[in-house]
């Protein structure tokens, strides 16, 4: 057993008034040092998303995610308020349809609100592109459901959902969850039965530190980059394959 997990297991034993009374006698004694803020002592971001600076630290793993699956992103596909996912990525991809709640998106060819039932026809697309939309849906379990079972037999739902990411500034009135990895997990395990379920969750605490300031990729090595830590979740990635054999868009228990 190693330190960490020793110290975890002892402390998991120590009664909560024990363990602030400790933490009281420690900083006494070693009180933190003073931090350098430097730039970073600021009440607004540098950017809102990172965009003016380089690649959105969302979009960078999010992207990459899609391009390690771009066979899936095939034959008649879905995406959410553009066809932007589906250009960059879309190998023999036979029609592109987009839905937007917003009925002022000229190129929606389906207008509503996912997590209204009706909105998408059931077993249809061999692909949906459901990117950084998740969080406004009131209804975010017809909203899940509704989007599997628009798939097709051997279809392929992507999703992008935040983790630790900040308001959208510009649709704050319909911005409504967040998503840890367990629940986000839940939520996919309830909607999605024994589908083939892969999810990845990026990001650490420098990396959601530099996307609340408003930075972008750019700003970090790729060794920053590259860590996951648990604690500190940007963003998750999935993408939920339905079986060829699978029931025509019931979602469990349906
Ligand atoms: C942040 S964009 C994400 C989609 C875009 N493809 C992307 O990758 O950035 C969110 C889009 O979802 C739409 N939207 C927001 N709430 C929605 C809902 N409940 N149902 C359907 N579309 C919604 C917005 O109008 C907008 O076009």
């Not at 990525?89 to 000229?106: K, M, Q, T």
Request: proline share 7%.
């Amino acid at each position: 057993m190693n330190l960490s997990t020793l110290k975890k297991r002892l402390s998991a034993r120590v009664p909560m008034p024990a363990k602030h009374r400790a933490r009281r006698a420690l900083r006494a004694l070693a009180p933190g040092e003073p931090v350098d803020w430097g730039d970073l002592r600021r009440l607004r971001p540098f950017t809102t998303w990172g965009i003016e600076r380089g690649t959105p630290l969302e979009r960078y793993y999010v992207d990459r995610f899609i391009a390690a699956r771009a066979d899936r992103v095939t034959g008649r596909v879905l995406e959410v308020g553009a066809a932007e996912y589906a250009t960059r990525f879309g190998r023999r991809v036979r029609s592109v349809d987009v839905l937007d709640v917003d009925p002022a998106n000229r190129i929606a060819t389906r207008v509503g609100d996912l997590g209204t039932p009706g909105v998408l026809e059931a077993d249809r697309w061999d692909c949906f592109l459901l990117l950084f939309t998740l969080q406004y849906p009131r209804d975010l379990t017809t909203a899940l459901a509704q989007s599997w079972a628009c798939l097709a037999p051997g279809g392929t739902l992507f999703l992008a959902v935040p983790g630790l990411t900040r308001m959208d500034p510009d649709n704050r009135a319909n911005d409504r969850h967040r998503f840890t990895p367990v629940r986000l997990r839940e939520l996919l395990a309830e909607t999605c039965g024994d589908a083939k379920v892969e999810v990845e969750t990026y990001g650490n605490l420098l990396v959601v530190v530099a996307y609340l300031l408003g930075l972008a990729a750019e700003d970090l090595r790729a060794d920053e980059l590259a860590v996951a830590d648990p604690d500190f979740p940007l963003v998750h990635a999935a993408a939920i394959t339905r079986r060829r054999d699978g029931r025509p868009g019931t979602p469990p228990g349906g």
